[in-house]
């Protein structure tokens, strides 16, 4: 009687703990985005990214060196723990790509229940807190990143899991816990080191510099094996901004809001249409921020804001521009949003019918890669069907490896030395190493980046003679949309 009486209660307990909806919700919160991520698993095409992740997994599951941090030939691919997660995975039997973007959609269906979670904290009901969730989920940009197996999403799941331990009361443990996962972000990405400011301000402004302390040596600790790793190396976590191809000096204020337009969805045509578009973004992002930033004296606010602040000036000088960099300001953004304007229902109207109508036709834009994709595979099919054994050179040679290894392709990929040993070699040759093999695949901005060896493209910087004279050494057999095949006719005799 006594063990059935346990039962009866233990089974009481959890129906009463599942009508919580701060227990349901995020369950339901978390089902439906990783439900909604599975129903777009096969409608995004492979990425370079994720084919060189699975890649670096997979090279750790068969051949191990788990110690190494590094692990990859490819320098954009470090730090090591998105790497590990994958790896193991693939241990168990998974696919590497599939394993990728395993890794990748449990951790960033994570993201909108810590939104939940968060909203919840600022006293906002159950129903307007689940307003966040559903403004993230919308976002097109969002739903590819959440889905391909790349690392932006799982690196901001921590970063949002610190902010939650740094909101709390905070206890030794607590700064400990948040100081934990905010380098876990960083040993996913290193881009996460740019909200470590924002944490320092915060706690510096409240001028308690015994908590100050205690968060800061934690964070330096934990993450003491990269920096030292990267001190030890020419290459490490600042390897993005120290390599002699960046070329800085060119500010843009308006890119970063560009590249939020992309993720939210928006595209255009017209370029004045998109001006004018990119400055209306500009103001309401800026003004949110510092609207909220005035109205709600917390914490976790302050942090939002000056993490925003941050990202937003460094994007605008950092010559590299690619949306998913701007993934922060735009998570952040929409909590701000909720917890300033959920109570005005104009507003989060007037915005779920705006990110609804983006999103058919960025998810529409999102899913139209897979014809680039399968028109490389043709070219390297018809390759190997009439040249067997031969070596393609390439800037994205897990691309091809990937292509070769799932079509039993009898062709090998070569690494373009863009770093490690033979980077000064090629640097120093005319033909930048290109006609050492029997063909070569490319895109136009990749074929620009080696003989201009600067990114953004300085035309001033470019070897144009060099070029014309390897092009002349070339013959193109394929021109895709985006991808140019081309034969090597005249191979360059190799003088060390």
Aim: proline content about 4%; charged content about 20%.
């Amino acid at each position: 009687m006594k063990k059935s009486g346990k039962k009866a209660e233990l089974k009481f307990f959890f129906k009463e703990k599942l009508r919580d909806p701060d227990v349901f919700l995020p369950i339901l919160i978390f089902s439906i985005t990783y439900l909604i991520k599975s129903l777009f698993f096969t409608h995004f095409a492979f990425t370079y990214d994720e084919l060189a992740y699975s890649a670096t997994a997979a090279n750790l599951a068969e051949n191990g060196g788990w110690l190494n941090l590094f692990n990859s030939e490819d320098l954009f691919f470090f730090p090591p723990l998105f790497n590990w997660l994958s790896g193991l995975l693939i241990i168990c039997g998974i696919e590497r790509v599939i394993a990728v973007r395993t890794v990748t959609m449990i951790f960033s269906s994570g993201i909108p229940v810590l939104i939940y979670i968060l909203s919840r904290n600022f006293d906002l009901t159950p129903r307007r807190a689940l307003i966040g969730p559903i403004f993230w989920t919308l976002m097109p940009g969002i739903i590819f990143f959440s889905t391909v197996g790349q690392v932006e999403t799982p690196f901001l799941f921590f970063v949002l899991l610190s902010a939650l331990f740094f909101q709390k009361e905070q206890t030794v443990k607590n700064l400990i816990l948040s100081a934990l996962f905010l380098s876990c972000g960083i040993w996913i990405k290193e881009t996460a080191i740019g909200f470590a400011p924002a944490f320092f301000l915060v706690l510096a402004l409240e001028k308690d510099f015994k908590k100050l302390l205690q968060w800061t040596g934690s964070f330096i600790l934990l993450c003491s094996p990269l920096f030292i790793r990267s001190f030890l190396s020419h290459y490490g976590l600042f390897y993005e901004l120290s390599n002699d191809i960046i070329i800085w000096g060119n500010i843009d204020v308006l890119s970063p809001f560009e590249n939020i337009l992309g993720l939210i969805g928006f595209s255009t045509f017209n370029p004045n249409l998109f001006l004018l578009v990119s400055i209306l973004c500009l103001i309401a992002v800026i003004g949110v921020n510092i609207y909220v930033f005035f109205r709600e004296s917390h914490r976790t606010t302050r942090f939002m804001v000056l993490s925003n602040l941050i990202f937003l000036i460094f994007f605008s000088v950092f010559p590299k521009q690619f949306d998913y960099y701007l993934l922060g300001v735009v998570l952040f953004t929409v909590i701000l949003t909720v917890v300033a304007f959920s109570k005005q229902k104009i507003v989060m109207i007037v915005l779920a019918i705006f990110l609804t109508t983006l999103s058919v036709s960025g998810l529409e834009q999102r899913t139209e890669k897979w014809d680039t994709y399968l028109e490389v595979v043709k070219m390297l099919s018809k390759i190997a069907e009439n040249d067997p054994g031969v070596t393609i050179g390439t800037p994205f040679p897990e691309t091809v490896r990937y292509i070769a290894e799932k079509n039993q392709l009898d062709i090998k990929a070569a690494n373009l030395p863009f770093t490690g040993p033979h980077k000064k070699i090629c640097e120093q040759r005319k033909d930048k190493c290109i006609t050492d093999y029997d063909y070569f695949l490319t895109d136009d901005l990749f074929f620009l980046v080696l003989f201009c060896r600067s990114w953004p493209i300085i035309k001033e910087n470019c070897d144009l003679e060099a070029m014309k004279e390897t092009i002349l050494k070339l013959e193109k057999i394929n021109d895709g949309k985006v991808f140019k095949l081309y034969r090597v006719t005249q191979p360059e005799e190799q003088t060390y």
